[in-house]
């Protein structure tokens, strides 16, 4: 495994989901949203793309699949049956500030009713770090 | 009496193979002839396919979004000073765009340009200037803002090319053939475009807006992480969401510029979203997918094809759906072939699918 981005995301998803709405899963009817906030993205994946074309090889076929973190986004929708609107997001300021935008945006306008706030950053070196919040549903840890 | 708040494009710009300028992109999707060529930007050699639609001489992707923005800006009548305030929203790929991150590309972009209201760069695959539109239009009709640009731009480069070949998307026979039998798959392509959106102002100004954008919605469909589902239902939510913002049915709805790719599965997935959310009307409205002539400009597609819808319809004549070779029975359409369609339409739908299952609908108004 190249990089550990869609899986820390998976994770910290499924952790703020498990504890909003427990087994039973997102109420049948409340659409919810995806916003996902990285100025990162998938680095380790976009650096081994990049040395294996520099390079003149080929890519596996997992890499165009996992390319966007739309991919990630859709994973998580189908498992938990999100069918609010997919945001991704570069954050221009603070990142959390910017996604709580966006999902306010998303809400207010009446294409989601609550919104699965994900922001993650993977650093060159460092671990990768990741946060997710349901912003506007009825349910609450 | 109060003005109700609508958002419209007062100001258009696009680059393409098919051209610079607004008037090269109407001609180009008008005469139906696809822009798809030999790869001489980069090396193909260890790729399965080695064409794409590239225009021959193309500054790096800041400059040529610079340009664009201006020219837009221009387009709508806004001097320097008028656009002090004004927010904007841009569309490009998450990863070092010419070795500037996005943020930092829109930073320097809206100083370039002289827009100094707040930035938002959308990073949502295919639908991200989508997207875009449709934020900066629910910001200004609900009074947010009085004015957004939305630019976006995605130029053909080796790590995308590479991905899509090595996920076996693009198409072996160097066509797109979107809801045609016979179909292989995508082209990618160069996009750069930029919007105006504003509300009245612009006709306060004295300027004519192009078209209004009048209905959106955004929906996913909660089914996989890369394909569509099949019956559509995440598209059709979109469309019913743009219908319903616009207040109107789906007759009211001349023509289609459909996201397909060119795909099996996703025109397929698209054709079954039409008919559930337009009904039996769906086998009657004009559709084309101008992919088939500029190629897929991923983050920059919805904008580029939102640009070719507006014009399209507002000069009367619909775009060729290029590389037809016989009806396909999973995608029962009208389908513009061989040549373009006179139209005498008022409202026109973009649509815009993507990775994740994120689908958009736009909903433009003439006249």
């Not at chain 1, 890519?59 to 189908?78: D, E, K």
């Not at chain 2, 822009?35 to 400059?63: H, I, Y």
Request: charged share 15%.
């Amino acid at each position: 495994m190249h990089s550990d981005f869609a899986p820390v995301v998976v994770a910290v998803a499924q952790r703020c989901l498990r504890r909003g709405y427990g087994a039973a899963g997102v109420p049948a009817g409340v659409r919810t949203g995806i916003v996902l906030v990285s100025a990162s993205g998938d680095l380790a994946s976009a650096r081994h793309v990049r040395e294996t074309v520099e390079a003149g090889g080929r890519i596996g076929p997992l890499f165009f699949f996992q390319s966007v973190p739309n991919s990630v986004a859709g994973h998580l929708a189908a498992r938990w049956d999100l069918r609010g609107p997919v945001v991704c997001l570069s954050p221009t300021g603070d990142p959390y500030t910017d996604g709580v935008a966006e999902a306010n945006l998303l809400r207010d306008d009446g294409d989601a009713d609550e919104v699965l706030l994900i922001l993650i950053e993977q650093a060159p070196d460092g671990p990768t770090e990741a946060v997710a919040v349901l912003l506007g549903g009825g349910a609450r840890p | 009496m109060v003005e109700a708040r609508v958002a419209q494009l007062t100001g258009l710009y696009a680059v393409s193979a098919l051209g610079r300028g607004v008037d090269a992109q109407l001609a180009g999707v008008l005469a139906g002839v696809a822009a798809f060529g030999p790869v001489g930007r980069f090396d193909t050699a260890a790729r399965r396919v080695t064409v794409a639609a590239t225009l021959p001489e193309v500054g790096t992707l800041p400059d040529e979004l610079a340009a664009a923005i201006d020219a837009a800006c221009q387009g709508a009548g806004l001097d320097r000073a008028q656009r002090t305030g004004c927010a904007l929203l841009l569309a490009v790929h998450g990863g070092p765009a010419s070795g500037v991150g996005p943020a930092a590309l829109a930073s320097q972009l809206a100083a370039r340009c002289g827009l100094s209201g707040h930035t938002r760069v959308y990073t949502s695959a295919c639908v991200s200037a989508s997207t875009a539109v449709a934020d900066a239009a629910a910001q200004i009709t609900r009074g947010d803002v009085e004015r957004v640009v939305v630019a976006a731009g995605y130029l053909v480069e080796s790590d995308q090319f590479a991905l899509f070949d090595a996920g076996r998307a693009l198409a072996v026979d160097g066509a797109v053939r979107p809801f045609s039998a016979g179909r292989r798959g995508l082209l990618l392509g160069d996009g750069v475009a930029a919007v105006v959106l504003e509300s009245s102002a612009g006709r306060r100004r004295g300027v004519d807006p192009v078209a209004t954008v009048v209905g959106w919605g955004r929906a996913g469909d909660a089914f996989h992480p890369c394909q569509p589902e099949p019956g559509g239902s995440g598209l059709a939510r979109a469309v019913d969401g743009a219908l319903r913002r616009a207040g109107l049915p789906p007759q009211a709805v001349g023509y289609v510029n459909a996201n397909a790719t060119g795909t099996a599965q996703s025109d397929a997935a698209e054709a079954a979203a039409l008919r559930r959310a337009l009904g039996g009307y769906a086998t009657q409205v004009p559709v084309s997918s101008t992919k088939s002539v500029h190629g897929h400009a991923l983050e920059a597609s919805g904008l580029l094809e939102l640009v070719v819808t507006a014009l399209a319809l507002r000069h009367g004549e619909l775009p060729v759906n290029a590389g037809w070779l016989a009806q396909d029975e999973a995608c029962p359409l009208n389908v513009v072939t061989n040549r373009p369609q006179e139209t005498e339409a008022t409202h026109a739908l973009t649509l815009n699918a993507a990775f994740g299952g994120a689908n958009t609908a736009l909903l433009v108004g003439v006249g």
